[in-house]
Structures are given as C-alpha cells and as structure tokens.
C-alpha cells in the first residue's frame, strides 16, 4: 500500500475540477429540461382556452427552452466524453455495472430532443391540442432521464448489484439492481424537486425584475404566477424528502454525515452546530442547538452520530467543504420554504405580496438562491463521498487516469463554457429586447424559421 | 450469434447512423465556410441553416449513444480508447462544443457582426470534429490502441491510416451535405444556389472518391489487418462503395438531386460498413476481439433491451419529425440581413 500522496496520478486534481465544474454547469440546464416543459405546459393550455396573453408567454418560453435545451445538449454531450477521458478507471471496471441507466438516459433525452423539435414545429401548424400535448413525452422523459442518471449517482454512493472478488474483480453483475438500487427514488425525488425550485424561482425571479422596473402587465403577473406556485410546492416538499433521504445516512455513508455534522467526537444526543469551520481538528465558530443534530441526521432526538474521529484519516471528505455545503443548502432551502409558507398564508388573508416592491426584490433574490442552493447539495453530496467515487469501493485516485496535459484541457474549457455563458446571456437578452420591441416571431435553434411561421 | 456480437453489431449501427445524419450535419459547415463574404455567402448560409434546423442537435444523441453502449457493453476497450486517444478526442469534442453553441447562438445574433463571428466558429469547428473523430477510427482500426490503454499519446494517432481517416471523414460529411444541400436548394426554387452547390459537390466528391481509393496503399502497410480484411470480407462493400459513389456524381452531373441523396447515403453507409466489416472481428484491431471485449452478459441482455426500447419509442417520432420539417418547406427562408 502507498501513500495517497505518492499514488496520486496526474489527472486526479484537474479531472476534479473539471468534472464538477462543468456537471455544475451543466446540471442548470438539466434542471430547466426537467422542469421547464411543465410549466410551459401550464401556460399554453391556459392559452388554449382563451387567455390569449398565456399564449404568447409559452410562445416564447418555448424559445427559450430551446435555446437552453441546445447548450445543455452540447454540455451533456461533453460529461459524456468526460466520463471516459477523465476517469478510466471508474468507466474500465465498472462501466457495465453503472452503464444501463446511462443508455436509458440517452434513450429519453432523444425522446425529448424529437418532442422539442416537433413543438417547436407544431406551433400554427398541429391541432392545437394536439400540439399541447407535444409537451407530455417531454415532461415525462426529463422525469424519466432525471432518474436515471441519479440513478448512477445513488449507485456511487451506495453501490449495488455486483459482487468484489478477494483479487478485485468485478463479478456477478445485475445491472437491474444497480439502476433500481435503493437510494435511487429517494436521490431522485430530492432532484427532481430541487429541479422544479430552481427554474420556478429563476423564472419567477426574471418576472419579478420586470414588475420592479415597471412593467407591471398581465404579462409578468402571469409570467410570476405560473413558476412561483411550482416553486412554492417544490419548495415546501423539499424539507420534507431531504430529512427522509437524510435519515439513512448514518447507515450508509456515516463518513458523510460525520461531515455534514461537523461532528468530531461521537455524540448521544448530537447538537446542530449551525456554520462554523475545522479548525486544526476543532470545530469553531458555531452555534450548537442541543439535541437537534441527532434529530436531522437520525430522526431521534436521543441519537448518536458517529464522530469524524472514529474514522481513519484517509477515509475522510474534506470536511469544511462539505459542512459548509450542506448548510448552505438547508440554510437556503429552509428560507425560500418558509418565504413562500408566508406569502400563501398572506394570499389566503388576501394580501397580495407580489404588489410590494420589497417582496418582489426577495423573489429576485430568491432566483439566484434556489442555484446556490442546488449547487451546494451536489457539492456537499459529491465531496462529502470523498475519498471515494464508487464508495468504499472504489478510491477517486483510483478513478481518474494518467494524463499529463489535463490543466490545459481543463483551463480551454473554463474558457470555452465562460464564452458559451456569455453567448447565452447576450442572446437572451438580445430575445427579450426584441419582444420588447414587438418582435414577436423570432427564430430558434430547432425551430423553423421565423419567415415560415408568420405566413 | 454471440451477445457481443449483437451489442457491437447495435453499436455499429449508431456510428453508421451518427456518419449519415451527423455527417450530412457536418459537412454543412464545409460549405458554410466557403460560401464567400457576408453578403454573397447569405443565401447558402440561410440554406444551411433551414436543412439542418429541426436536426442537427438530435444527432448529437447518436453520439452519445455509441459512447454509452460503448462504456457499458465493452468497458475496458472503451478506457483502454479513452486513455490512448485522449488527444484527438478532447479536439473533436472541443469541435462540438463550438459547433452545438455557435450554431444555436447565429440563429439570434442580433447584429451581421455577431452572426459572423458565430458563423465562422460552427463551420471551422464543424471541420475539426469528423476529421478527429476519423483519426480516432484510423487508430483502432490500425491496431494502435493497446489493451490495456494508455498507447503512445501522439504516434497512436499521428500515422497514414488516421490522417486518411480523418480526411476522408472530412470529405464523406461534405460529399453527404452537399448533395442534400443541392436537392433543398432545388426543392426551394434558387437555380443560382443550386448552380453553385452543384459544381462544389461535384468537386468535393471527386476528390473524396480519390482519397478514398488512394488511401487503400498507405494501409496495406500501415494497417496489415485491416488491408487484409478490406481486400477479403469487406470487399464487396467498396467495391459497391465505388459504384454508388460514381453514380452519385452522374446523377448530380444530370442534376436528379433527389434521387441523388439515396445513392450517396448508400456511398457513405458502404464506405462505413466496410471499415467495420473489414476489422472484423476485432474490437481494437490486433487486441481485443469484439467477443472477449463483452462486460457483463447481464448487461449486454440489458442494454439490447434498451437498443430494442429505442427502436420502438424513439424512431418513430423522429421519423414524424423529419417528416414534418421536410414537408412543410415549400416557402424559402429570406436571406440573412443586418438589422
């Protein structure tokens, strides 16, 4: 056995890097293929029935949607590379344990490409309903292509469906088992809610601006409306299947939850420590709440949780990371939940908070949030797996490959994905200026073009 | 038939169809390059851009396709290629990237400025990505990916039979485009344009004809096996390769651009099909056969499942979409103009 330092090859670190720099760019849009298509479904049957102002917003929704979907093609497209170029070692010995999801996965993502593309095509064109229901196959296959690829993540972090022999070898496969591992619905459901936070509060957060500055139409109450109550349901589950998927984590991945807890000694009960850091192996800086942090981790305020200290060093996540992560993510969860608890309990006494302008400045807020918080659970759910990429079976330095010349790779893609952010910002922007101005028919990327729809 | 057979013959087939609709897709961006300045080159553009509209990201799935079937039904050859091939497969991704985004980007360039800048990025890098991918089919095919992976960094790809798959990768998606190009332009009334493409697919396909044949002397030496198996197994293919390449060329000499399209789809499929069939039954040439390659068998069942799952979900929508942005073009998109 060699030192982890020794035995680290070249690529691990910028593999790293590189790896969740772009699945957390990517995971964005992913969030907006799953999600999107719902509320744009919302919008255009409310459209159909007469409401000619929820029409337009799913015409143009439909064009954003495409525009989001066509970068997130390309930024999937590269992960996929990725999962060869970067870790070899994880693709060459367990690629036909983890791959079935992955090719249901690309089944559904076609399925939705098509659909796209046929919507896109239908407008004037298809029977109306019909036309709606164009939506349908892409609500269902974002849903379904979620799954599978938290699928694969489940399976990393509790892996199933095969079995080590002493020399390491990978034995008796059940590809099945690894798709439909325990973990997965519960990892899923937790995504697929966080999915629909994210683009409802985004979506939200844009109309919201909008009012702020004036525009205070059919149009942006509407274009508020429709996200914020997606969110607003998203966002008070969210707690709930959390705490659930959370429970079992003591079992499962205690290293983690040790992480998550900032826990160094074993605790009966544990206390919540609310922020603070690791400071040469002691926590500071927090704020403890007696008993609560056996109740998250365990869902029993008599509890322990296993300390960071019962562990050996070299099976341990980088802890700051991974609390901070965490917290951040239940940090924020918890306020966007209670926000919108209070502005339907405010609805209900028929107040409508949307009119203030200090609420419409949170929900702007609020946008930007719902990212942070998304992207903190996959930080604090990936790093704190660490040192492993398949766990406890399978060490990241064991994962990645031997090539030299990876910092190269990784700072020409940091360039081409910040030229790709900038070219998605200016064109959306330069859409909204158009519509702005009463262009209304203006082309995308699997759509028509626009000369064709206006005849 | 032996399941690894099955998987890899199910594999083939995505690069078969990811070399015709990818390929038709690519090629594109050759004539985008070279349609001339803003404003002589606006009407080819508009053409360009109209034809591959409704496609051109739904063929990125076939990509992704042939690299999952890869990885989950012959794993360790899928590392053993990613580990060797690190090189041409970071520039042929790279070239996707640029393509996917600058393609989707120029259809909203709000300025000529911004359409140009766009536009020049999807037709360079809709060069870059068949000539590497075609590389990295030289080196598999010329036995230089080892078994174990991690073959030389360079020379692996760097050798006569990858250069020529590459260029001839290049050429095969320009050729395809072309002649599509030709028969949209027909279909949508614009003689000058079809003048234009005619005469430029002509010479491409020429020329692809040429490299192709030529390329069969530097293999002979460069890649024994797959000489040996394209002048046995896999002859028929080129040889019918040849004839419906030299009848592509008649019939766009005679200008029946529509039935033009069939004979250089069956062109390209053969030229494909017979590097395939032609290292048979080799998965990495010299290395690894297709049949020791296979992961798991519970695995391989599962992802025919998936493979037969497809042709039944997903085929016939997209057969209704091609259909759909096909029949409804009879209008031509204006020309490309400054706002």
Redesign the interface.
Known sequence: MSFPLVAEPAGLLPAREQMGFSLGWHIILAAFGVAFPAMIFVVHRRGLRGDEVALRLARRWSKVAAVLFAIGAVSGTVLSFEMGLLWPGLMGRFGDVLGLPFAFEGLSFFLEAIFLGIYLYGWDRLPPRLHLWCLAPMIFSGVFGAYCVVAVNAWMNMPTGFRLTPAGDVVDVNPWRAMFNGRAFLQFAHMWLAAYMLVGFVVAAVYAAGRLRGRNDAHHRLGLAVPLRFASVAAILQPIVGHILGIALGDIQPSKLAAFELDVHTEQPAPLRLGGLLIHGHPEGFIAIPKWGSFIARGSFSKPVRGLDTFPPEDLPPVNITHAAFQSMVGIGTVLAVAVVVYWLARWRGHDLADQRWALRCLVVAGPLAVLALESGWVATEVGRQPWTVFGILRTVDAAGDNPGLWWVFSGVLIVYLGMTVGAWVVLRSMTRRWRAGEEELPSPYGPAPEEVSR | MTLEIAVAAALFVGVLAYALFGGADFGSGFFDLTAGGATRGAELR?QV??SI??????N??W???C???W??????S??????TL?VP??LA??G???R??????R????SIG?ARL?GAIFAGSSLITPFFLGTVAGAIASGRVPAD??GD?WTSWLHPTSVFGGVIAVGTCAFLAGVFLCADAERAGHPPLVDTLRRRTLGVGVVTGLVVFAALVPIRDDAPTLAHGLERQAAPLIIASGLTGLLTLILLWRRRFRVARLSALAAVATVISGWGVGQYPWLLVDQVRINDAG??H???V??LV??G??AV??LP??A??LW??QS??S?H??PRSAP
């Open positions: 508009s851009d109209h509209g409704p496609v051109w990201e739904a990125h799935v990509l992704i396709f690299l999952v079937t990885w989950t039904g012959f794993p360790a899928f590392a053993a290629t990613t580990t690190f497969l970071v991704l790279a996707i990237v640029l996917g985004a600058a393609f989707a980007f259809k909203y360039a709000p911004q766009y992976g991690y960094r992961g798991a519970a695995t391989l599962g992802l998936a493979v799952c497809a979900v997903v929508p997209l209704a979409l759909f942005a409804e073009d209008t998109p204006a």
